[in-house]
């Protein structure tokens, strides 16, 4: 796989410069494309680190594992909502085997220099045929947080979601995931009361 090979910061693309930092809203005139793949580009965080985006690769599985090994038990509980103390391979590769139809998976990652690359960060949504409803979950290494990234991560993954033809997205937050509640909040989504769980807030876009 080849890169542009040019670096861009972390920064918030000028597509994306709205108020608030919300994406711009879907032109209703448009149908639902057939998605591009992110390919990779190199990304360049506040502090200098270079980082390859792109979608994830049913080969990324020992990336993804080594990433999920430098996460401490709060990263872990407030991504999956519950204690994991390991990502298996079965599970692993399940997560990097994408039906790019109705999901989407995109990964930050150590350039291709690298001899044993290691996924840092991953936004990740499935859309459902049948509400066009898109759920979505994200996870930033803490080493590389306070970054942007996360920021950069949802943007795209929004835009790939409209790609795709959902109408709007959601995700389920633990009410004590600040960072989160913040970030969701800069890109317009709204919050409400999860009625199964006092502790987790439901987080929605209409897109």
Known sequence: MK????????????????????????DTRLQPLSAPRLTGELIKARD???LLLRDIHRDDVDALRRGFATLTPDE?????LHPLTDLPRPMAAQFCE????????????????????????????YIDPATLAAEFALIVQHDYAGQGLGTLLMQRLIEACRQRGAVEIWGDVLNENGAMLELCGHLGFSRHAAFHDPGVIRVHLST
């Not at 872990?76 to 999956?80: A, M, Q, S, V």
């Open 3 to 26: 890169n542009s090979g040019n670096s861009v910061p972390c920064t918030e693309p000028a597509r994306f410069q709205t108020v608030g930092g919300r994406p711009p809203p879907r």
């Open 48 to 50: 200098g680190r270079s």
């Open 76 to 80: 872990i509980r407030l991504r999956f």
């Open 98 to 125: 994408i039906d790019t139809e109705h999901a989407v998976a995109i990964v930050l990652l150590d350039p291709e220099d690298v001899a044993e690359p290691t996924i840092r960060a991953v936004a990740r949504a």
